[in-house]
Nanobody, 125 residues
Framework: QVQLVESGGGLVQAGGSLRLSCAAS??????????IGWFRQAPGKEREFVAA????????LYADSVKGRFIISRDNAKNVVYLQLNSLKPEDTAVYYC????????????????WGQGTQVTVSS
């Protein structure tokens, strides 16, 4: 049993920043053993990979579209994974989801079994 809850989304102007949080809990989850991935889905588009981080934080992956702008991190003691969104662009507008229980930090959504409900990020031009 794993529960993931995203928060921190909102409406910002282009060039602005947001920090998203993913709070994890459940008897089948350990912040010290499980990777976390972030994905996003814009209206009419497929859900796409954004970033992922291993349990140890030794493996960190980013999509090319966000590299240099977004930062993924985790605080295992607080059971929280963060996604810092900087230099936001209108094309970043999407619902952002966190997920876990992959075999490892992965870019593939099929490697994840548990998903949160998402948080909306809207970037105005």
């Amino acid at each position: 049993q794993v529960q993931l809850v995203e928060s921190g989304g909102g409406l910002v102007q282009a060039g602005g920043s947001l920090r998203l949080s993913c709070a994890a809990s459940g008897s089948a989850f350990s912040m010290y053993m499980n990777p976390i991935g972030w994905f996003r889905q814009a209206p009419g588009k497929e859900r796409e990979f954004v970033a992922a981080i291993s349990a140890s934080s030794l493996t960190i992956l980013y999509a090319d579209s966000v590299k240099g702008r977004f930062i993924i991190s985790r605080d295992n003691a607080k059971n929280v994974v963060y996604l810092q969104l900087n230099s936001l662009k209108p094309e970043d507008t999407a619902v952002y989801y966190c997920a876990t229980n992959g075999r490892r930090a992965s870019t593939a959504r099929t490697d994840y079994d548990y998903w949160g409900q998402g948080t909306q990020v809207t970037v105005s031009s």
